[in-house]
């Protein structure tokens, strides 16, 4: 069974820095993409930023410039560097990785969330 774990959220002020951290761990032979989606209240769930097995990167253009995700140095780990955070930013913030091939095949699996609150 493979299973995402996040932490890292929190509340700080407008214009501070928080880093998110999800490891995937489980029987997992190769995962295409690992990201970070959010949603805040009465709002539909949005990409933040993603991450391919190659290192190619893709950011919401409301956090080009702030936001910074990369992968770790232990196999199917993400990171996501948050500065400059606006009270905007405020949502769970959840961990996905993209088509990951195990042995049940291949599947999208989510993290349970973890809360980020700006206060301004």
């Known amino acids: 069974q493979v299973r995402l774990v996040e932490s890292g959220g929190g509340l700080v002020q407008a214009g501070g820095s928080l880093r998110l951290s999800c490891a995937a761990s489980?029987?997992?032979?190769?995962?295409?993409?690992m990201g970070w989606y959010r949603q805040a209240p009465g709002k539909q769930r949005e990409l933040v930023a993603a991450?391919?097995?190659?290192?190619?990167?893709n950011y919401a253009d409301s956090v080009k410039g702030r936001f910074t995700i990369s992968r770790g140095n232990a196999k199917n780990t993400v990171y996501l560097q948050m500065n400059s955070l606006k009270p905007e930013d405020t949502a769970v913030y959840y961990c996905?990785?993209?088509?990951?091939?195990?042995?049940?095949?291949?599947?999208?699996?989510w993290g349970q969330g973890t809360q980020v609150t700006v206060s301004s």
């Open positions: 996905n990785a993209d088509r990951v091939k195990g042995w049940r095949g291949v599947n999208d699996y």
């Open positions: 489980g029987t997992i032979f190769s995962i295409n993409a």
């Open positions: 991450i391919t097995s190659g290192g190619n990167t």
